[in-house]
């Protein structure tokens, strides 16, 4: 029944080593198209390599070996010849601090349009991209009268959504989250949350986070890691339920902290 | 120190945590000795300066003749002329030219050991750049006298080589090596995440340079650079030896010229301690100070600006 609509990111046999440890292990995946999917596990098993294996930003470090495939619609992400600009285009990501660049809050949304768009555009045009963004995120209002001021200036939760709103001028279709709420207080958490769902359907959304309120609250699908393995993934609904795996069993009713 | 008294009474009576604690007063003593002694040397100094020089330098040397006249005749009988124009303009010039030689290079190396190198090359690179640091200035002016004055001469076809291009160089070499030190601490101060958000949005690790951690480490940068300039004003054995050492107000890079370290280190020894020859050397001294205390405080000033932007 999971197969029937184009994956989104397609996972198959993904091996991760950082030197000689290795951090995931026969990895196999499908992220449906346009669905919210919930990454959860507990900590150190391997959530936030996952993610940032499939936009390569991993790769950084500098000693980490990938074996096995990913495909962001139907595309080999992993092939020599991607390019890492083009694929972080099409691939967004929000961390878990919000981390805005340190420019003025309309320079950070505007950021990698001009990245990719090779320069500024017109003032009237940039403008219209800044108000598109921001009002995606639910922040337009809110500092339509700051966006000359540093980003650093605003508030976390402000801060979460700019980064955010800064990946939408570009059009990706994937966004990865790593446990983008948890610099949050509640009401923020709520907030961001919020805004998340309503990005659905557009987006296809990855989300890692630690609260099992929110994995059960907003997403569609439910992926539970331990020890570098994906040991079960289904509809959320069905997952927090009627779990199938005792450790999955286990970690929803809190037996892992 | 706290912790050692508590450390005794909870083993009353053994002997070796009492030596410990001794020679931890012992090392005490002697980092508080070498700390208040840096500052009272520096006072010392600097009274010194002052009373040999700036009685002079305030009432009797005509400040008019030494900032415009380029004509340094200390010993001229019977009125010598105290004109400091060439030698600030040769100092001016051999540190400006260094600078065009140090700023890229050092930057450049900065960026290389602080972006790109990664693991062993960069702590060689590293290791090697502060070995560079540690050449003594003499053996640079040295190299300027026997490698890069016949180098000048033959690339050039000019007749001397000890010149403003010469010393400019070799200054400039010297100078990098600090200057790189500091711009790569500048770049290290660049907090990680704002390389990852920049390339996670997809740009390229030159961008990520360019758009993002240059400016942000904009004031250690300009500290750096600042460092430099000081060093370069304050040098005075390799200049000495490169720059062909003769007063002259220089036209082009093929002239020699006179640094006011210069002269003070070539003059000094030979004149009557008290006569005016004496304390006007002084007084380039107490100008020397200045300017270097100056660029210090603006390098001071630009690595706070960064401190206090996050
Ligand atoms: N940069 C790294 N270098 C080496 N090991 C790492 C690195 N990052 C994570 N790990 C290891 O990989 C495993 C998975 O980490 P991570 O993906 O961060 O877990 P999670 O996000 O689920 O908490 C952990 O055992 C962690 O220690
Ligand atoms: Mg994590």
């Known amino acids: 029944m999971a197969e029937s609509r184009k994956a989104a990111i397609e996972v198959s046999g993904l091996n991760l ?7 995931l292990e026969d990895v196999n995946l499908s992220i449906k198209h346009g ?81 990719h768009r090779g320069g500024r555009s017109s003032r009237r045009e940039e403008d219209e991209v800044v108000e598109g963004a921001l009002t995606q995120v639910l922040l337009w209002d809110q500092i339509r009268e700051r966006l000359d001021h540093p980003a650093i200036d605003l508030s976390l939760e402000e801060q979460q959504k700019l980064c955010i709103a800064r ?43 630690h609260n099992m309120a929110q994995a059960r609250r907003a997403s569609d699908e439910s992926v539970f890691m331990l020890m570098g393995k994906v040991v079960e993934h289904a509809l959320t609904g069905q997952m927090f339920v009627t779990p199938k795996n005792k450790e999955t069993a286990d970690y929803i009713e809190g037996r892992y902290g | ?25 012992i090392a005490q003593g002697v980092v508080f000795l070498g700390g208040i002694s840096a500052i009272v040397f520096i006072v010392a100094i600097f009274i010194f300066v002052a009373q040999q020089g700036l009685g002079f330098a305030i009432f009797e040397l005509d400040k008019g003749v030494f900032l415009t006249s380029p004509e340094w005749r200390p010993t001229t009988e019977p009125e010598p002329v105290f004109g400091g124009l060439a030698l600030i303009v040769g100092t001016a010039s051999v540190t400006g030219l260094a600078m065009l030689v140090a700023v890229p290079f050092s930057l450049g190396a900065a960026i290389f050991i602080g972006e790109f190198a990664t693991g062993r090359a960069r702590e060689y690179l590293k290791v090697l750049v502060e070995l560079l640091a540690a050449i003594p200035s003499v053996v640079w002016g040295f190299i300027g006298l026997t490698v890069v004055n016949p180098l000048i001469i033959d690339l050039f076809n000019v007749p001397v080589g000890l010149t403003i291009l010469n010393a400019g160089v070799i200054l400039g070499l010297m100078a990098a090596p600090i200057m790189t030190t500091i711009a790569e601490d500048a770049l290290k101060a660049v907090p990680d995440s704002y390389r990852e958000a920049a390339e996670a949005l997809g740009a390229t690790r030159w961008q990520v340079i360019r758009q993002v951690v240059l400016p942000s480490a904009k004031n250690g940068l300009v500290a750096a650079i600042l460092l430099g300039v000081g060093r370069g004003f304050g040098e005075t054995m390799a200049v000495l030896m490169a720059s062909g050492h003769s007063v002259n107000l220089p036209t082009s890079p093929f002239d020699s010229v006179r640094a006011l370290t210069a002269t003070i280190a070539a003059e000094l020894g030979e004149t009557a301690r008290g006569s005016e020859h004496y304390k006007a050397l002084f007084s380039i001294g107490i100008l020397l100070f200045l300017v270097t205390f100056t660029i210090n405080l603006l390098a001071d000033v630009a690595v706070r600006g960064r401190r206090k932007r996050r």
């Open chain 2, 1 to 25: 120190m706290s912790e050692f008294n508590r450390g005794r009474r909870t083993v009353p009576g053994a002997d070796t945590l009492g030596s410990s604690w001794w020679w931890d007063r």
């Open chain 1, 17 to 23: 080593w950082y030197g000689d440890f290795q951090a």
């Open chain 1, 167 to 209: 990946l939408l001028p570009v059009k990706p279709s994937v966004l990865l989250m790593d446990e983008p709420c948890s610099a949050l207080d509640p009401e923020a958490t709520e907030a961001v949350e919020d805004l998340i769902w309503q990005l659905r359907g557009e987006y296809s959304i990855l989300i890692v986070t």
């Open chain 1, 35 to 115: 669905q919210v999917t919930a990454l959860i596990g507990p900590s150190g098993c391997g959530k936030s390599t996952l993610l940032r294996a499939i936009n390569r930003i991993n790769e950084r470090l500098g000693y980490v070996r990938t074996t096995g495939s990913i495909e962001v619609h139907g595309q080999d992400v992993l092939a020599e010849e991607v390019e890492l600009t083009q694929l972080r285009k099409e691939v967004g990501m929000v961390f878990q601090r919000p981390n805005p660049l340190p420019l003025s809050v309309r320079d950070n949304v505007l950021y990698a349009y001009r990245l």
